[in-house]
């Protein structure tokens, strides 16, 4: 426990007691989160037991999604997701602290002795949501992983053109149309009259978010990067939402 962490005793944001290290979650709750282990390294759907690590499921062969892997240490379910959804009010302050101080190790392991992306990108609000809530849960997420990785966060790169209804409002079927064509990427005006967009955009680029379900939001960001230059997107969130697919989306 670093200096600060004796000063301020971190205290567990799901059992209310002294976590014993700089972060408000202790070891017991973070042990009892649902770990997302065996999955899907492109879409980290969770496979069928008796599958191999690190096999890619069926539907990723079939019609590989936009982006490139997906790191999803955890399982939406109880207690994460209250975790989660304290990111989404209040401040979100000490859950982001939380979800990325767990984030940036399942991160870190992944990509030993790998390159990591060039940067981050966290998945944009539209206007209407960002005057509603206040902040942007993804953008505070950003922030507390690039300092556990030493990666920069390009806030304001990518942007959220319209508002629509927040996605787990609505069903399956509806998702992708909810969201398709819903970003757009930020173009100085030097880029907008050289056309230099493309030169300007990271190679390869991680996209930070909170939860993923469906991937329909992933998949229209993913695709909008893609356009602008951006050969692979990488796609980091806390935690997969487990869904019985019956046509891949993600």
């Known amino acids: 426990m670093n200096v600060l962490g004796a000063l301020f005793p971190g205290i567990c944001l799901l059992c209310r007691?002294?976590?014993r290290r700089d972060l408000d979650l202790c070891r017991e709750c973070e042990a009892a989160l649902e770990r997302n282990e065996r999955a899907c390294p492109v879409c980290a759907e969770p496979s069928p037991p008796g599958t191999p690590a690190g096999e890619i499921c069926g539907s990723c062969i079939v019609a590989p999604p936009?982006?490139?892997v997906?790191?999803?240490p955890?399982?939406?379910?109880?207690p994460l997701s209250r975790v989660v959804e304290g990111l989404k009010s209040g401040n979100g302050l000490r859950e982001a602290r939380i979800?990325?101080?767990i984030l940036a190790p399942a991160i870190?392991?992944?990509y030993r002795g790998l390159v990591l992306p060039d940067a981050l990108i966290p998945m944009p609000l539209s206007?209407?949501?960002?005057r509603q809530r206040g902040y942007n849960q993804a953008e505070l997420l950003a922030s507390v992983i690039c300092r556990g990785i030493d990666r920069p966060v390009l806030r304001g790169t990518l942007i959220r053109t319209r508002h629509a209804p927040p996605q787990r409002t609505l069903p399956r079927s509806a998702r992708l149309r909810n969201v398709r064509g819903a970003f757009d990427v930020r173009r100085t005006l030097r880029e907008r009259v050289f056309a230099r967009t493309v030169d300007a955009m990271p190679k390869r680029i991680a996209l930070i978010d909170d939860v993923t379900t469906t991937g329909a939001t992933v998949r229209s960001a993913s695709e909008t990067l893609r356009?602008?230059?951006v050969e692979e997107v990488h796609v980091w969130v806390a935690a997969k939402t487990v869904t019985a697919r019956d046509v891949h989306v993600a």
């Open 66 to 68: 936009p982006w490139a």
């Open 70 to 72: 997906t790191v999803a």
């Open 227 to 229: 356009a602008a230059g």
């Open 17 to 19: 007691r002294r976590s």
């Open 127 to 130: 206007r209407r949501r960002r």
């Open 74 to 78: 955890f399982t939406y379910s109880p």
């Open 99 to 101: 979800l990325g101080g």
């Open 108 to 110: 870190r392991a992944r």
